[in-house]
Every structure is written in structure tokens, then in C-alpha cells.
């Protein structure tokens, strides 16, 4: 089956956007309060604090999805190529175990030693791969059972756990200063670092050697986020085998996608489940999930039905090599600024004023990235696992 240029535009993009937190859009917003258009910027360039979704926020479950997608492919391919089942299942548990350490080796970057967390994008995904590689050879309704049965069972052990009462020093809990986005009700179930997934972290993390006793993450994500990573990235898988087998994926993505933002938000304004990106719910998968089907039936009616491909190039060379991409956006942070102002010196980035200069100096940054995976596309270089 010829390469569906869809998928690596919409990978694409996704990577554009995760290198684009390197102009600290959200930073520079802080300097002009009075403008709405960059408190737009500003909103949609960073994370929620806990309820809702921006555009920055659908990066993750992107990344996670289009994973999916692109296994349908990968087995695909290994059986045409005559590889047994006991080989791809090796090559993905190596895969699976090499995601894991990648995730918790960019979450130590910067820190004495090595921090021992489970709850990053790339480890996420490694932690769910081997049973979403063995649900890539099932049927769908075996994968809509499991997403279905991982949701639910998300959602219990929330909803079981009881009720954690505000800790007496917030400060020692890493709640962030001045919170006051706390609910009221059954959702207190899934307040910031008093949950099943923060107390389940403080057992589990603690066993591990650290710095000092993990009492919680400022951000509130947790390890039991991949009981709802898990079905993003079915979703992924969903939507490949559509694609590659469907003669109408297009109409079957965007009914799916349109019913899983309603039942998302039924779940969140009928009292069920909130909507919560941090912590990954039941209701942000299906919110995301729905996302991303939605975005996924638009690249494909643009880029592989309609052919409208000139614009996409630059997403292309980023999709192609998005692992690549994404190590380099977080390795290379602090080299390209720091050698950037100190090779062209710190003044040229203020043409614009000193509110923009980071914003110019991270737009120099992307485009050296952008240069280099360009490079690597040329010459067919692609890091993959």
C-alpha cells in the first residue's frame, strides 16, 4: 500500500507544535495583559491548569494516537516481508522498554540524579505498547471492548479511592501557589495530587532512590494515566485500519470523532467524569481521542483524497522524523539559545523589543531544528525504534 502522506502531515504538525513551546509564546502573553490576541496566543501555547483543553494540550494524545496509527502499518508491513509473530513481538517489547527509559531520561535532564518517573509522554506510551501491539491483531470490537474495559476501570479506581481532605501544608504537596481550582462534590475525587494516582505515586515512587521523598508532581500528572493513554492510543489503531482498509475512512473517522467530543462532554457537565488533561480521565481520552479522529479525516481528505500537498512539505520533513524532532526539542533547548546569543549577540534578538526576544530566539531555535531534520530527510536518515 503506498505511504499515506496524511498520517506524517498530521505527525507533522504535532511536532511543530511541540517545538514551538521553544518560543515561549505563553511567557511572552504575560507582558501584554491588555492584548487579546496574544492572551489567545498565550492560552493555546500552554497547558490548562486543570480543567479544559488548549491546542498545546492535544499535542500528547496526538503523539499518542498517530503511535497507533502507524503500528497498523508497521505489522502490516512485517507480515508482508514474512517476519513471524515471535520477531515483531520481540522488536516491540524492545521498543516498548527503550520509550520507557527515553521518557524517564528527558524528565532527568537537568537534575543530580536520575528521576525516577513513569508519567511522561514518550514512557506512557512505552508502558501501554505491548498491549496495544497485541490488540493491533485483533478485531474491532476486541479493541473497542479494551478501550471501553480500560476507561471504566480508570474511572473506578478514582472514583473508589476516597476522598483525600486538603493537605495541611500545600507547599509540601507541590500544589501550585495560590491554587484554587479544587472541586466540590464526587469530583473532588480527581482534585490536584489528592487522588488514586497521586497516592498510588507516593507508594511507588518512593521505592525508587531520589533526592528527597516524592510527595507529588507540581503538574499532577500520575503513573495511572496509561490506564487511559492505553485507549488513545487504540483509537490510533482504530483509525489506521480504517485507513488502510476502509473505502470510506474519512465519513467513519468524523462520526466517530463528532460521538466521542458529545459523550466526553456528557461525561464531564453530567457530574461523571471531569475533563481533566493532567490526570488523563476517562473523559479527556474520549475528548481527545475525538480530537484527534476529527484532525486525522481532515489531513486525509486534504492530503491523500483531494492531493492539496504543496503547503505540507515542511510538516512532512517533521513527520517523517519525529522521534528526531522531539529528542532534539529537548536536548538542544539551552545549547541553540545559549549559542545563538552568544554568537550573534543578545541585542539582535531585541530588534523587536525586549518582550519578544525570547519568542525570536526560539523561533531561531525551531528553524535550526527544522534545518537539521530537513537534512536527515534528504539524505533519508530517520530515527526509529
Not at 527503550?98 to 537534575?111: D, H, K, N, P, T
Not at 479511592?161 to 469530583?187: C, M, Q, T, Y
Amino acid at each position: 500500500m503506498q505511504r499515506l502522506v496524511s498520517i506524517d502531515v498530521y505527525r507533522g504538525i504535532v511536532m511543530f507544535l511541540v517545538a514551538m513551546r521553544l518560543l515561549e509564546l505563553d511567557e511572552v502573553a504575560l507582558k501584554f495583559p491588555d492584548s487579546a490576541v496574544w492572551q489567545f496566543i498565550g492560552f493555546h501555547s500552554s497547558h490548562v491548569a486543570w480543567v479544559g483543553c488548549s491546542l498545546n494540550d492535544l499535542i500528547h494524545p496526538s503523539f499518542a494516537f498517530l503511535a497507533g496509527t502507524a503500528l497498523v502499518f508497521s505489522v502490516s508491513s512485517r507480515i508482508k516481508k514474512g517476519e513471524s509473530k515471535r520477531s515483531m513481538t520481540l522488536h516491540a517489547l524492545r521498543r516498548a522498554v527503550i520509550l520507557v527509559f527515553l521518557g524517564i531520561f528527558i524528565r532527568s535532564l537537568g537534575r543530580g540524579m536520575t528521576n525516577w518517573t513513569f508519567d511522561e509522554t514518550l514512557t506512557q506510551m512505552g508502558l501501554g505498547y505491548m498491549i496495544v501491539f497485541a490488540l493491533a491483531f485483533c478485531g474491532m470490537k476486541a479493541r473497542w471492548f479494551w478501550c471501553a474495559a480500560f476507561l471504566i476501570a480508570h474511572w473506578l479506581i478514582f472514583a473508589l479511592h476516597p476522598i483525600i481532605p486538603p493537605h495541611a501544608d500545600p507547599n509540601a504537596f507541590n500544589v501550585p501557589d495560590g491554587w484554587n481550582l479544587d472541586f466540590d462534590g464526587f469530583f473532588a475525587h480527581w482534585n490536584h495530587n489528592r487522588n488514586a494516582g497521586w497516592a498510588f505515586d507516593v507508594w511507588l515512587l518512593n521505592h525508587f532512590p531520589r533526592m528527597s521523598p516524592y510527595v507529588g508532581y507540581t503538574g499532577g500528572y500520575t503513573t495511572l494515566n496509561v490506564l487511559s493513554t492505553i485507549p488513545t492510543m487504540v483509537f490510533g489503531v482504530i483509525a489506521g485500519s480504517w485507513l488502510k482498509q476502509d473505502a470510506t475512512p474519512t465519513r467513519r473517522m468524523v462520526i466517530t470523532g463528532g460521538s466521542m467530543l458529545a459523550l466526553s462532554l456528557a461525561l464531564h457537565f453530567g457530574g461523571i467524569c471531569p475533563l481533566v488533561k493532567h490526570l488523563w480521565t476517562p473523559a479527556w481520552a474520549l475528548f481527545s481521542g475525538g480530537c484527534c479522529f476529527l484532525m486525522l479525516a481532515l489531513m486525509h481528505h486534504v492530503v491523500d483524497v483531494r492531493l492539496w500537498r504543496r503547503w505540507s512539505f515542511p510538516f512532512v520533513v517533521l513527520g517523517m522524523n519525529s522521534l528526531a524532532v522531539y529528542l532534539m526539542r529537548h536536548l538542544s533547548e539551552k545549547f541553540l539559545s545559549k549559542s545563538l546569543k552568544m554568537h550573534l549577540g543578545v541585542d539582535t534578538f531585541r530588534i523587536f523589543g525586549r518582550e519578544l526576544q525570547p519568542a525570536l530566539i526560539g523561533a531561531c531555535s525551531l528553524m535550526i531544528i527544522w534545518l537539521v531534520a530537513l537534512w536527515m530527510h534528504r539524505r533519508k536518515i530517520y530515527l526509529r525504534l
